[in-house]
């Protein structure tokens, strides 16, 4: 039986340090409560893109390092990315027949839900945010999902990652 070369791992994680870049680049106070969370569009692209490659613990390392340069509770993102990873690799075949305004909305479900378990755990801590302001992320996520979906896949054909 012939295996199959995998190439791309290194792709992978300059895809994942860019995300990570830009979301520690500071931002005035406005921007900042609606800047999209480009960790989750890079893992739910990875994780529908190449299930079999990135998937939960990615995502939960992924969590654990963006914890860390953001200075939230360790587990917090880890947690809510790990989520996100499953339901990305579960419901794969799904996303991938949608047209990409469809999975636009597929983007918002996820990252709102992402952001309603960020709220459940800010609430424990009591420092819970208004909901609106937990909820304008997955409104930006969902509005910036198809060019990082285009520019992610033209990076993919590009590189040969499989």
Sequence with gaps: MKEKKVHGGKTILISFLVALILTIIPLPPLLQVVRPEFITIVLIYWCIALPARVGVGI????GLVLDVLTDTLLGQHALTLAIIAFLSIKFHQQIRVFPVWQQAITIFVLVA?????????KGLLSEAPSFTTIMLPAISTAIFWPLGYFLMRQVRRNYHVN
Excluded at 59 to 62: K, M, Q, T
Excluded at 113 to 121: D, H
């Design 59 to 62: 995502g939960w390392i992924s």
């Design 113 to 121: 839900f992402q952001a309603t378990i960020t709220l459940w755990i």
